[in-house]
Nanobody
Framework: QVQLVESGGGLVQAGDSQRLSCAAS????????MGWFRQTPGNEREFVAAIDWTGRITYYSDSVKGRFTISRDNAKNTVYLQMNSLKPEDTAVYFCAVGPRLGASVAARTYADWGQGTQVTVSS
């Protein structure tokens, strides 16, 4: 059974940094791409960042490119999202998810398993 637990969310001020972690109990974690998505009330889940199974290839949405960094530690079965220069519009519930095997994807429909999410609130 796959379990994903996000942590690191909370209330910060605009311009601050925050790091999210996602601990994954996934068999052969190092074989799967991972991703971060976010969602605000009344809106669909939005792609934020993705990383391939090696950690060498990453993708970002235009809205976070240059400010956020996704990384992974396969020895710890953990994926991270370092968020810098946070803006009020980054406020959302952030979810990590297990992506395609031996690949990476920006499409939510290609992600099979999701965490419960962690709230990030950026005050102006």
């Amino acid at each position: 059974q796959v379990q994903l637990v996000e942590s690191g969310g909370g209330l910060v001020q605009a311009g601050d940094s925050q790091r999210l972690s996602c601990a994954a109990s996934v068999r052969s974690f190092s074989s799967y791409g991972m991703g971060w998505f976010r969602q605000t009330p009344g809106n669909e889940r939005e792609f934020v960042a993705a990383i391939d199974w090696t950690g060498r290839i990453t993708y970002y949405s235009d809205s976070v490119k240059g400010r956020f960094t996704i990384s992974r530690d396969n020895a710890k079965n953990t994926v991270y999202l370092q968020m810098n220069s946070l803006k009020p519009e980054d406020t959302a519930v952030y979810f990590c998810a297990v992506g395609p095997r031996l690949g990476a994807s920006v499409a939510a429909r290609t992600y099979a398993d999701w965490g419960q999410g962690t709230q990030v609130t950026v005050s102006s």
